[in-house]
């Protein structure tokens, strides 16, 4: 659990780090309130509510979760309405959870850049981690703020107003930009690792609050030294094909990998495989390859479309210019063309046909092989003009 609220730590920070790079080269404002309003909930909507649609038919059709109560009509009005951090209702994916505090985070968004225009950068961070830690030093002792502090988490507003810190990077002098902000990243690294270390693994599980907070400086110079560009070895890597091909499909993989691994893991491999190291790599075995690979079809119908069009109007023009084509060439052209380059590799023509060398002809004047011996064959008057005309 700590390590998968962890990648959660680092995607709002991230969230809020991308969020923030036009708006910090823009005078950390918006050109167009309801312009961002729109490109946000067109980006994250639609593969949510196709997501949920999933997670709800295999809670119902194949595997629920154990432990957790049924979802029900109530839970896809409250999961369908992001608000299911403020609603005890049935859960169809815990995965959920992070998408109504994201949703949440961009209605703060345009606020934290108001105190940054007034004020700075670095005093918005401040007054949100003061914020911040007071609910989280009053929490054990108030209900109200102990509600708050269990189900809205706001901790991760503190990671996400670092994030938008580090945007600022963007627009910052040759001062700031060329400090070391990865060595800045290491040496924060340490506090963190070191509470870890310390306090162990079952301190860790029930204070996140806290671990959250001390991580958050960490995050915060990282994403600021790859904004500059540094450490080059790791830029280099964030930008070859593995990763930037798993970030398109990330979205999607984080929405429907938890119905697919509660399925795999309780409905085929508990209870046949040995406990312990065995299960973990079968696991890893089957886990890896078929999240990743539904991920990657599930965000080609539900998610890349909509990054790419950013509209329904343009969408259906989209989608009907797609199916126009499908329907002009028609499946039986697929099917053939497949069936040309299976039965074998070889030279094509221009026309994409195999190329199919033509027979030798006889030149004029030259004697014609033949299968038998024989007397050469002579050519015929205008035999020589015919054949030069055909070549």
Known sequence: MTYGRFAVVIF???????????????????????????????????????????????TWYVLAQPGWALPNGKSVVVFGLLVQDAFSVGSPNRAFWSIAIEAQLYVLLPLLLLLVRRVSARAMVGLVAAIVVTIGL???????????????????????????????IV???EHTRSRPWAGYALAAT???????????STWSSLNLFWLDLAWAPAIGCFLAAIATSRPR??????????PRSLGSCSYSLYLTHLPIVIAVSYGLVLGRVATGTPTFFVLAAIL?????????????????????????????????????QLRRTGPAVVAGRWRGASRGSGPRNQAGGRYRPARPRPVA????????????????????ATRCGSC
Not at 20 to 42: E, K
Not at 147 to 160: G, I, M
Not at 369 to 374: E, K, T
Request: contains cysteine.
């Open 288 to 324: 890896l390859p078929v999240t990743v690979c539904f991920a990657r079809l599930f965000a080609a119908v539900f998610e890349l479309p909509f990054q790419r069009h950013r509209g329904w109007i343009v969408l259906r023009q989209a989608m009907s210019a797609r199916l126009w």
């Open 171 to 173: 627009t910052a002098g």
């Open 190 to 200: 340490l506090p963190a690792i070191a509470l870890m270390v310390v306090k162990g």
């Open 12 to 58: 709002i920070a991230l969230s809020g780090f991308s969020l923030g790079l036009g708006p910090a080269r823009s005078g950390w404002r918006f050109t167009s309130i309801a312009t961002y309003a729109h490109r946000r909930a067109w980006r994250i909507l639609p593969p949510y509510w196709a997501a949920l649609g999933f997670s709800l038919v295999m």
């Open 365 to 384: 004047g030259r004697a014609r092989p033949a299968s038998r011996p024989g007397p050469p064959v002579q050519p015929g008057p205008g035999d020589s």
């Open 233 to 242: 070895p790791v830029v280099r890597f964030l930008d070859s094909r593995l």
């Open 138 to 168: 009053l929490g054990p002792h108030v209900p109200l703020m102990n509600s708050a502090l269990v189900k809205f988490t706001p901790d991760l507003a503190v990671l996400f107003a670092v994030g938008l810190l580090a945007a600022g």
